[in-house]
């Protein structure tokens, strides 16, 4: 197996496995609307003046419904989440995506699947359409663009990657016994 494609398919089934671990906490603890959704006036406020900028991509901007048909297809699509890991921890991703932050995205085109549907993510969806009309005219198959706080605001409920917790410090090991050589 490639290096290439060893990598891929841990990317992958790291992907599976927390998607299946946060499916079992979801029916465990209620899901976390981590930029606030429509109860938030700003990110409706954010959202609206996104949407009524005029659409310059070929991309197909997706609504929530749009959405959510594909998250009910795990198997066959990947969301690829063009935006820096604080973004996607204030605002939220979805449950299987890729980081790939949008500057690097031409640079790792060999590392993302082409045997899949993709829908690329950004905040607004901006970005995300930009990033699809290029995965496309690079062949890849792209369901269209969505962004995470529109999904939200529509309804929809992202995942939330929390920081994690610094690690307490770990007790000092002993210093060895020195050893006095007599024998």
């Given amino acids: 197996m490639t290096s290439h494609r060893f990598l891929l398919a841990a990317l992958l089934a790291g992907a599976f496995a927390s998607a299946s671990a946060q499916d079992a906490a979801l029916h465990s603890t209620p899901p976390i609307n981590v930029a606030g959704g429509a109860s938030d006036e700003a990110a409706v406020k954010r959202v609206q003046e996104s949407l009524a900028s005029p659409w310059k991509y070929k991309t197909k901007r997706l609504s929530k419904a749009d959405v959510d048909a594909l998250l009910a297809k795990p198997d066959s699509v990947i969301f690829i989440d063009l935006r820096q890991p604080a973004e996607f921890i204030q605002f939220?991703?979805?449950?299987?995506?890729?980081?790939?932050?949008?500057?690097?995205?031409?640079k790792q085109l060999a590392w993302i699947p082409r045997d899949r549907t993709i829908v690329t993510v950004s905040n607004h969806s901006q970005r995300a359409g930009a990033a699809g009309d290029l995965l496309t005219a690079k062949g890849f198959n792209v369901a269209g663009a969505?962004?995470?706080?529109e999904?939200?605001?529509?309804g929809g409920t992202t995942v939330a990657h929390l920081v994690p917790r610094p690690r307490a410090a770990a007790p000092a090991a002993s210093a060895p016994k020195s050893w006095s050589g007599g024998e």
Avoid: A, I, R
């Avoid at 999904?151 to 529509?154: N, R």
């Fill in 92 to 106: 939220g991703t979805f449950p299987v995506f890729l980081s790939v932050q949008n500057k690097d995205l031409e």
């Fill in 146 to 149: 969505t962004g995470s706080e």
């Fill in 151 to 154: 999904y939200e605001v529509s």
